[in-house]
C-alpha cells in the first residue's frame, strides 16, 4: 500500500493527482489497484497517511496534543487474500467494475465465509472488510438478488471469458462430465420436480446440476436443470457449449455409464468428437455371452480387447472386490441381528404375530439388496437365516470387475484407464459444492433464473476453494480451517480528527505461512470507509416473541 502523488501539467495548468494505491504480482508482473482517490484531502492529511503506511508495523510517534482513537476493526485477511486469488483467475476482470460486479464477488466470497442466503451474506459483511476492500457502496439484500440477476445474464458470457483466460496457451481436449441432484425445502422453486433424488430425500423435489470440467477438475461450466431431468438428456446441452460456445475442434467426453448411453455416444459422432465411457453388468454378460470377453482377463493390470471399432479395457480392482465382500457380509451380520432381536421379542411376547416380524425380517432384507441369495426359515414362532451359496457367488461373480469403452485409437489402455477415473475430481467438486464447506443448500430462491445463478456463484466459489487446496496441499489444515484462521487476522481502526484509516497487525504464524503458500501479501493499512449495512429484513421482528418465564 502506498500514496501515488504526482504532479503535473496539462494545457498549461498545474494539477496534482494523490491515490492511495496497492501493489500486487501476477504471474511475476506488477500491478496496481487504486484503492481510494485522495485528491480532496489536505496536505496535513495526506502526510499523515504517509506517515501511517511508512512505519508500517511500528507504531509511529504522535504529538501529544493530537487526539485519536483506537477501535477494533474488521476481519480482514480472508477476504483479501479471496479478492488477490480471484485477481489471478481473472474472475474480477471478468466480472467487471460496476456495483453488481462488486457484488457478485462479495456473494461469491461469502460462501466461502458463512454459508448462507442473501440476507445473511448482507449481514455478514459488517464482520469483514468487504466494502473496503471491494470499494462497495452501501446496499441492501435486495442489491444482492439484483446482483444475481446480473450475473444469471452475464453467465455465457463469463464462463466463455474464464474459458479463454484459463487456457489461453492450450486448449484441453478432456472434459469430464457429471451429474448430481440437490433436494429442495419447499414447494415453490420453478425448477422443482420429484425425480431420482442422490440425497435419499424421497418426498422433496430437487433440482438436477451438471458440472464440466477439465481432466484436473478445474471447474469449467455449470447448468441447472428441471428436477425430473434424466442424466442422459442432459448431455446434448454440454455438446453444444464445448463445440458451439467455447469454439474446442478435438474433444473427449468423459462420462459414467449412466451418462453416455447409444444416443449421445451418437450425438458426440455427429461433432467428431470421442468418448470415454463405462459400460454395466448387464453389457460385460453380453460382451462374455459373445464370446468377445473373458472372465480371465479381468486382472489387477488393465487388459485390452477391440471389437467393431470399440476398445474395451478391462480391469479387476482387488480393493475394491474385498470392500464388497465385506460390505456383504456386514449387511448379513445386520439381518441375523435383526432375525434374534424379532425371535426374542416372539418369545417374551406370546401374542405377538410372527407374520409381522416375518415382513420386518423380509422388508430389510429387500433394502439390504440380499434377498436373492438368504433363505429366511419359520418354525414353531423362531425364525432362522441362510445363505444360498450357488447364488451367492454368482453375484459376486464380477465384483470389482469394471469395463471402460472408448472409441480413441491414439491413447494407450492406462491412459484410457486413468482419464475415465479422473471423475473422480468431479465427485470432489460435488461433495465440496453441495454437502462440504460451500453448502449448496439451502437455496432460498424460487426464480428458475435465480436458482441457476445461484449455483453458479458457488461454482465460481469452488474455483477459489480449489486453488486454495492446492496452494495448501503441504498446510496441516483442511481449505476450511485455513480460512478460519485468515478470518482472525483482523484491522485495527485509527481514528484522528483529519483522518480514518485501517492498520493491519502482524499475522500469528500460521497465518503467515498460509498467506506465503498463496503468494498473497498483506497491505499495512486499508481505508476505513465505515460503510454499515442495514437489511430491510429484520431478525428481531422475526424471532417469536418470548417471555423470561418460557425460557426456564
Known sequence: ?????????????????????????????????????????????????????????????????????????????????????????????????????????????????????????????????????????????????????????EQPRIENELFLKKYANKVPSFYLYDVTSSYLEGEQNELGDYGYNRDGKKNKKQIVIGLMTDADGWPITTEVFQGNTNDTKTVKNQIEKVAN?????????????????????????????????????????????????????????????????????????????????????????????????????????????????????????????????????????????????????????????YVIKTDRTDLSAQEVHDRYKDLAEVEIAFRSMKTTFLEMRGIFVRKATRTRTHVFIVMLSYMLAYQLRRLWKDVELTVEEGIEELKSICSMEVHTPQLSYQKIPEPRPMGKLLLEKAGVSLPDSLPCKGIVIVTRKKLVSERKELDAKDLF
Open 245 to 401: 460456445r467455447f469454439g474446442v475442434k478435438e474433444v473427449t467426453f468423459v462420462g459414467d455409464r449412466g451418462m453416455l448411453k447409444r444416443a449421445q455416444i451418437e450425438s458426440l459422432k455427429d461433432k467428431d468428437f470421442h468418448y470415454i465411457t463405462a459400460i454395466t453388468k448387464p453389457e460385460i454378460n453380453t460382451l462374455m455371452k459373445n464370446g468377445i470377453i473373458q472372465f480371465s482377463f479381468f486382472e489387477e493390470n488393465v487388459f485390452e480387447v477391440e471389437s467393431e471399432g470399440v476398445r474395451y479395457v478391462l480391469r479387476r480392482n482387488p480393493v475394491r472386490a474385498n470392500e464388497i465382500e465385506n460390505s456383504r457380509e456386514s449387511k448379513f451380520e445386520s439381518l441375523k441381528e435383526l432375525v434374534e432381536k424379532e425371535n426374542l421379542y416372539l418369545s417374551q411376547h406370546k401374542k405377538a404375530s410372527p407374520e409381522s416380524s416375518r415382513k420386518k425380517i423380509l422388508g430389510k432384507a429387500s433394502k439390504l439388496k440380499i434377498d436373492q441369495w438368504v433363505f429366511i426359515e419359520h418354525k414353531e414362532r423362531k425364525f432362522s437365516i441362510t445363505e444360498d451359496e450357488e447364488k451367492k457367488a454368482k453375484e459376486a461373480f464380477l465384483d470389482g470387475c
Open 1 to 153: 500500500m502506498f500514496i501515488d502523488d504526482l504532479t503535473y501539467i496539462k494545457n498549461g495548468k498545474t494539477y496534482r493527482r494523490i491515490l492511495l494505491r496497492n501493489s500486487y504480482r501476477v504471474n511475476g508482473i506488477v500491478r496496481h489497484d487504486t484503492v481510494a482517490n485522495l485528491s480532496q484531502c489536505s496536505d496535513k492529511e495526506i502526510e499523515e497517511l504517509k506517515q501511517a503506511l511508512k512505519y508500517g508495523k511500528k507504531v509511529p510517534q504522535i504529538d501529544s496534543g493530537t487526539a485519536f482513537e483506537l477501535k477494533q476493526g474488521s476481519s480482514v485477511g480472508a477476504v483479501w487474500v479471496l479478492h488477490q486469488l480471484a485477481k489471478q483467475i481473472g474472475i474480477t476482470q471478468v466480472l467487471g467494475n460496476s456495483q453488481h460486479a462488486k457484488l457478485v464477488l462479495w456473494l461469491i466470497y461469502a460462501r466461502l465465509l458463512n454459508q448462507g442466503s442473501r440476507l445473511s451474506a448482507a449481514r455478514v459483511i459488517n464482520f469483514h472488510a468487504g466494502c473496503d476492500i471491494l470499494d462497495l457502496d452501501a446496499f441492501t439484500e435486495e442489491d444482492l438478488y439484483k446482483a444475481m440477476d446480473f450475473a444469471g445474464e
